[in-house]
């Protein structure tokens, strides 16, 4: 037998570099090993040894151009289908050869692997992806060639349990067709969780993965077989994660005494508006200005340096320019300081040099014990206690309203912007915390410290990102044990800039979706629009939560029926039919009215809104509701009145949620919006609020069951 004129090298000696892909045949004895279901396969270099090869196999088989060189197979021509004979096979296997060397010339062949063809049946991808924060993912999803384009898949943060292979599968848009549809038997779901598990183990036992591809798996037969194995090596770094002692933070959220490093009489300048905030809003504790150039600021008695202060200083605010502040952390040691905010800029966002100054002024911190806020924050707002410790533009507010709410920002100008959007709003915060360059204490730390803290009912949280995920992990327990509920809105959507992928697995399980799938596994809540951040957090600050997802509907129009019902379908909120409360409720509506859920008084309330709390009365005490959405309309004072007192007394007297939405102008309606107002009772503008507002009341309740 002639053999191919291009000669066919070994390279299995080749070093595998960080971010090479395994040939498959290399990856394949890997998944073999674990006892996956690998598709029957050899690697041949030689014509003779393909032959010999297929023999043993047996035809029908696949021809795959092995080479470390060339990644995409299919692209270069190097795989070649349903070979039904020994001259079919030798023609295939030069012809790879020759396609190998016009697609890249210097491409090391390793041989040519030959493998069983699969029978046809229902194609699913499996693949891994590690990624930098949160480490393996697990994806599962309808595979094949149009794996990209569909983008029908689930993902879960590994190790993975039978419930999240359970659940995974059940969110594919594919899970009629794994459990049969039309007569066609589906897969075996056994198999499936065979593979899942075995998974777990590889990444355990060989956590330099980067991404792996098996794609397609075909499931036919009862059984399921690998056909196609890409895996990335990448490098294995340990998290590291050093024990945090936050003992000290009760000095900046609480201080008894501040020493403002930088006031200034000037309140033009950042360091005058921080000591004005502070002193306008009432802070009751010591205070000391350091200015060399001032003798008092608004009536305090001013310091040239921080030494000089003659008592005791927990909290340093230092509000000076950055190469000033390595000398005022020294005087923060010298003087026993706990805690200090830095509003400085000009460190690790400018770039190297900065992130030089950042290093230095830590390290002196460590020295003395010290935990830092900062560089580049606008500081803390503690509404609750009057401490303003802050300079955004916010605290220009004439309302600055006292609440239950904790929020953290990792932007300070976004956070600044949300803060007094929701005072106008009428939401009231605990705390508001500027973290910035998180140089030491870390979204992750006040997320803990508010955990814990009695002020704080709700904890809401502007994310561009994870420093460290063990201590996110550690405080997001916390806060679920503490049944305050986490709220995260995460930036960074978009795709842009990040690093091409060459695996089916890295393109569809982009960064963005790891991170949804992370703050799940966490107990957090993602929020997903920028406006519901206010709407969500002010009703669990109020809110009951519902034991499951039947929601009850009560509206005065037969549009605002439909479009709620609408919008409850498309976030899976069941609107179930009523039993006896429909007939209890055909006594108290007119005759063309509508007594089935959703629940139509007309406008006839209007005239009798007493009838309106019976009908409220009767559908929260059904027990085949969970809670109930009220959509109001057009209603205006007095009747509005009466109708707000009476969602206010229901609320009280029963234990499910009831969130409420009026579409109405506040304009003739002032003495309603008045009452809610006093009664810190949230309404919300729109049906697509008042629904969304519910489903995370829903989520966060089906959450709390799953920690249990």
Not at 19 to 29: D, I, S
Not at 148 to 153: A, L, Q, R, T
Not at 487 to 506: C, D, M, P, W
Request: hydrophobic share 40%.
């Amino acid at each position: 037998m002639r053999e191919s004129k291009i000669a066919v090298e070994k390279n299995d000696s080749k070093k595998v570099e960080p971010g090479t892909f395994l040939m498959e045949y290399e990856g394949a004895k890997i998944l073999g090993s674990l006892g996956l279901p690998i598709a029957k396969s050899a690697l041949a270099t030689t014509k003779d040894e393909a032959v010999k090869k297929a023999e043993e196999i047996g035809y029908p088989l696949v021809l795959k151009g092995m080479s470390r060189d060339i990644i995409h197979k299919t692209e270069a021509g190097i795989v070649k289908l349903n070979i039904r004979n020994e001259k079919e096979l030798l023609e295939k296997f030069e012809e790879i050869i020759a396609n190998a060397s016009s697609y890249k010339r210097d491409a090391v062949m390793a041989g040519v692997l030959i493998q069983e063809m699969a029978p046809k049946g229902i194609e699913l991808i499996f693949g891994i992806k590690k990624d930098p924060t949160f480490g393996h993912q697990l994806v599962i999803g309808y595979g094949g060639t149009l794996v990209e384009i569909m983008k029908d898949f689930s993902m879960r943060m590994m190790p993975v349990s039978l419930n999240d292979i359970e659940e995974m599968i059940k969110e594919l848009k594919a899970f009629p067709i794994l459990e049969g549809y039309r007569g066609q038997s589906g897969i075996n779901k056994s198999m499936l969780y065979s593979i899942c598990l075995s998974l777990n183990d590889l990444v355990e036992a060989r956590p330099e993965i980067e991404e792996l591809d098996l794609n397609p798996v075909i499931f036919a037969n009862n059984e399921a077989i690998i056909c196609d194995v890409r895996i990335s090596i990448g490098e294995h770094l340990g998290v590291e994660s050093s024990p945090r002692d936050l003992s000290n933070l009760k000095y900046m959220i609480n201080p008894q005494s501040i020493a403002v490093v930088g006031a200034s009489t000037n309140e033009k300048k950042n360091g005058g508006r921080l000591f004005r905030y502070i002193v306008e809003n009432g802070y009751n504790g010591k205070l000391y200005p350091i200015n060399p150039g001032a003798d008092n600021i608004k009536g305090f008695k001013a310091y040239p340096s921080l030494t000089e202060v003659p008592e005791e200083v927990e909290l340093a605010c230092i509000i000076v320019g950055a190469n000033h502040v390595p000398k005022v952390m020294e005087e923060c040691v010298q003087k026993g300081v706990k805690a200090a905010i830095i509003y400085s800029s000009g460190f690790s966002e400018i770039g190297e040099e900065g992130r030089k100054l950042q290093n230095q002024i830590i390290e002196i911190a460590k020295r003395g014990n010290i935990r830092v806020l900062g560089p580049n924050s606008i500081g803390i707002a503690s509404p609750g206690k009057n401490i303003y410790t802050a300079f955004g533009a916010a605290l220009e507010s004439k309302v600055k309203v006292p609440g239950n709410i904790g929020f953290i920002s990792q932007s300070g100008a976004m956070g600044s912007a949300l803060l007094s959007r929701a005072w106008d709003q009428g939401a009231g915060f605990s705390r508001w915390v500027s973290v910035a360059n998180e140089a030491d204490l870390s979204t992750s730390d006040f997320i803990e410290l508010l955990a814990t803290d009695e002020e704080t009912k709700v904890i809401s949280i502007f994310m561009e990102g994870i420093k460290d995920v063990r201590s996110f992990q550690k405080a997001a327990k916390k806060a679920i044990e503490n049944q305050k509920p986490l709220l995260v809105f995460k930036t960074g959507r978009s795709s842009i800039g990040q690093k091409a992928v060459q695996s089916h697995t890295g393109s569809i399980a982009g960064d963005d979706a790891v991170y949804s799938v992370a703050l799940k596994k966490y107990g957090a809540l993602r929020i997903e629009q920028l406006d519901e951040m206010i709407d969500v957090s002010r009703a669990f600050n109020v809110q009951k939560l519902p034991n499951g997802r039947r929601i009850g509907v009560l509206t005065a129009s037969g549009g605002a029926c439909s479009v709620i019902a609408d919008l409850c379908s498309e976030k899976g909120l069941e609107v179930p039919e009523l039993t006896e409360a429909s007939d209890k409720i055909q006594e108290y509506i007119p005759p063309f009215g509508s007594a089935v859920n959703p629940i139509d008084v007309t406008a006839e309330v209007i005239a009798k809104p007493e009838m309106f709390k019976k009908v409220l009365e009767i559908l929260v005490q059904d027990q085949n509701l969970d809670g109930i959405i009220v959509m109001l309309t057009t209603n205006a004072d007095p009747g509005a009145v009466v109708i707000a007192q009476a969602i206010v007394d229901v609320f009280r007297q029963h234990d499910k949620p009831i969130v409420v939405g009026r579409l109405g102008a506040d304009s003739i309606a002032p003495q309603a919006m008045a009452l809610y107002q006093k009664e810190n009772f949230p309404v919300y503008s729109s049906p697509e609020r008042v629904v969304s507002v519910m489903n995370y009341l829903v989520k966060y309740s089906e959450l709390l069951k799953k920690q249990q």
